[in-house]
């Protein structure tokens, strides 16, 4: 059995929300209080939800799209304080400890 091309997100939310506003139109046109108006408002609410995720889905799909941060150029290296290890890390609770690192790569000796 043969699959039936995607189609593009965009696509879907005009379709749904075509359809939505069909009905929604329809509904308000014919007044129906009956079965049949109640499965058309039903439609019309699935035709809305579908719209709104098809408009999220496009969304996301040209956010994976478009282009990251550039990359930094050859000569550039992490800005970060150099040499900062685990055992460093951990003794970043105690302020005494944070100065002391603070003014070591300052370059300050201390006092």
Request: charged share 25%; hydrophobic share 50%; aromatic share 4%.
């Amino acid at each position: 059995m043969r699959r039936f091309p995607r189609l593009d997100a965009r696509v879907v939310a005009m379709v749904a929300l075509l359809a939505a506003v069909w009905l929604l139109a329809s509904l308000l046109a014919g007044r129906r209080q009956d079965l049949l108006g109640v499965a058309m408002a039903l439609l019309c609410v699935l035709c809305g939800i579908v719209a709104g995720v098809a408009v999220a889905a496009a969304r996301q799909r040209d956010a994976e799209i478009a282009p990251q941060d550039p990359e930094p150029a050859a000569g550039t290296t992490f800005a970060g304080p150099p040499g900062i290890e685990a055992d460093t890390l951990e003794t970043l609770g105690d302020r005494e400890a944070v100065r002391a690192l603070r003014d070591r790569y300052r370059g300050n000796d201390g006092g």
